[in-house]
C-alpha cells in the first residue's frame, strides 16, 4: 500500500539513527531497548520470594482499557551528552470489548485499530486512509506497543532486580523493584560519565508493570541527560478516557 511504503522507509532510518549509537549491555547479547527476548506469562507475588518473574507485560491484555507512553533515547559512543536521539510512541489501548487501539507514532503518524480495520494519517488527523497494514495482532501494531521493547530489558535480567519498595506510581499501588547496577557494567560512553539506573514499578492488583526505565544518566562538559528506555501506564480501565470512535475523513487509497 502507498501508506506501508511511505510510512516503513521513514521509521527504519529513526530506529537505526538511534540503534547504532548504543553500547550492548554487558549481560548476555541483550541492547537496551532493542527486543530480543520474549519472556513467559509469570506470576509475580508481592513480598514473597522479592525476586521479580519475567511476562508481567503480558498481563496488560487482561486489563479492559489503559492509555501508554513509551520513548527511547540513544546517544553515540563519542557523544557529549547533548548529542543524543530520541523517539516517543503514546497511546490507547481497549481489550474489551472489541481490541482497539489508538497511537501517536513519533508525531509522525497516527494509527487508528478497531478490530480487523485499521486507518493512518500523515497529517495530525486531518485525513486518514484504511491501511491493511495495521490490524489487531499485527507485526506493525505490536511494534508500537510498550511491551516491544520491555522483554529484552526487564525479561531477560529478571534474577537482578530486587524490591525496593511498596510506592504509588500513575495512580496505582505498585512494588517498586531496582536494578543491580551491574546491570550496566558495558554501557559506558567514551568521554562521558554514566550511571546506570533501572527501576520498575508493578501494580499490586493485575501483576502488571505501570511504569520502567532502564538506562543510564550521563554528564559530560556541564550538561547532563539520560538515554534508555523508559514507559508509563495510565487511566487504567477509564471507560471515558479511554474511548476510540473510527475516523471520519476517510480518503479513499488511490489505485
Same mark, same amino acid.
Request: proline fraction near 4%; aromatic fraction near 8%; glycine fraction near 14%.
Given at each position: 500500500?502507498?501508506?506501508?511504503?511511505?510510512?516503513?522507509p521513514?521509521?527504519?532510518?529513526?530506529?537505526? +539513527?538511534?540503534?547504532?549509537?548504543?553500547?550492548?549491555?554487558?549481560?548476555? +547479547? @541483550?541492547? %537496551?531497548?532493542?527486543?530480543?527476548?520474549?519472556?513467559?506469562?509469570?506470576?509475580?507475588?508481592?513480598?514473597? *520470594?522479592?525476586?521479580?518473574?519475567?511476562?508481567?507485560?503480558?498481563?496488560?491484555?487482561?486489563?479492559?482499557?489503559?492509555?501508554?507512553?513509551?520513548?527511547y533515547?540513544?546517544? +553515540?559512543?563519542?557523544?557529549?551528552?547533548?548529542?543524543?536521539?530520541?523517539?516517543?510512541?503514546?497511546?490507547?489501548v481497549?481489550?474489551?470489548?472489541?481490541?482497539?487501539?489508538?497511537?501517536?507514532?513519533?508525531?509522525?503518524?497516527?494509527v487508528?485499530?478497531?478490530?480487523?480495520?485499521?486507518?493512518?494519517?500523515?497529517?495530525?488527523?486531518?485525513?486518514?486512509?484504511?491501511?491493511?497494514?495495521?490490524?489487531?495482532? @499485527?507485526?506493525?501494531?505490536?511494534?508500537?506497543?510498550?511491551? +516491544?521493547?520491555?522483554?529484552?530489558?526487564?525479561?531477560?535480567?529478571?534474577?537482578?532486580?530486587?524490591?525496593?519498595?511498596?510506592?504509588?506510581?500513575?495512580?496505582?499501588?505498585?512494588?517498586?523493584?531496582?536494578?543491580?547496577?551491574?546491570?550496566?557494567?558495558?554501557?559506558?560512553?567514551?568521554?562521558?560519565?554514566?550511571?546506570?539506573?533501572?527501576?520498575?514499578?508493578?501494580?499490586? *492488583?493485575?501483576?502488571?508493570?505501570?511504569?520502567g526505565?532502564?538506562?543510564?544518566?550521563?554528564?559530560?562538559?556541564?550538561?547532563?541527560?539520560?538515554?534508555?528506555?523508559?514507559?508509563d501506564?495510565?487511566?487504567?480501565?477509564?471507560?471515558?478516557?479511554?474511548?476510540?470512535? %473510527? %475516523?471520519?475523513?476517510?480518503t479513499?487509497?488511490?489505485?
Amino acid at each position: 500500500m502507498v501508506i506501508g511504503s511511505v510510512r516503513k522507509p521513514a521509521r527504519v532510518l529513526v530506529a537505526a +539513527s538511534l540503534a547504532l549509537g548504543l553500547i550492548v549491555a554487558a549481560c548476555g +547479547s @541483550s541492547t %537496551p531497548g532493542i527486543p530480543n527476548v520474549n519472556g513467559s506469562n509469570g506470576v509475580n507475588v508481592p513480598g514473597g *520470594s522479592g525476586s521479580l518473574t519475567s511476562g508481567l507485560a503480558s498481563n496488560l491484555d487482561t486489563l479492559t482499557s489503559y492509555q501508554f507512553s513509551w520513548q527511547y533515547s540513544g546517544a +553515540s559512543a563519542s557523544a557529549t551528552a547533548a548529542d543524543t536521539g530520541s523517539f516517543g510512541i503514546s497511546g490507547t489501548v481497549i481489550n474489551s470489548p472489541t481490541k482497539s487501539y489508538k497511537i501517536n507514532d513519533l508525531g509522525m503518524m497516527q494509527v487508528i485499530v478497531i478490530g480487523a480495520q485499521g486507518w493512518t494519517s500523515l497529517d495530525n488527523g486531518d485525513t486518514w486512509m484504511a491501511s491493511t497494514d495495521y490490524t489487531s495482532g @499485527s507485526s506493525s501494531l505490536s511494534s508500537l506497543l510498550p511491551d +516491544s521493547m520491555y522483554g529484552s530489558d526487564f525479561d531477560t535480567n529478571v534474577t537482578s532486580f530486587s524490591v525496593a519498595g511498596e510506592e504509588t506510581k500513575n495512580g496505582v499501588d505498585c512494588i517498586h523493584y531496582a536494578g543491580n547496577s551491574d546491570l550496566g557494567a558495558g554501557g559506558a560512553l567514551v568521554g562521558v560519565a554514566a550511571t546506570f539506573k533501572a527501576d520498575l514499578w508493578v501494580a499490586k *492488583s493485575g501483576n502488571y508493570p505501570v511504569s520502567g526505565f532502564y538506562g543510564w544518566t550521563v554528564a559530560s562538559g556541564g550538561q547532563s541527560g539520560t538515554w534508555g528506555y523508559s514507559f508509563d501506564i495510565t487511566h487504567v480501565n477509564d471507560a471515558t478516557a479511554n474511548a476510540i470512535t %473510527p %475516523p471520519t475523513n476517510v480518503t479513499a487509497v488511490p489505485t
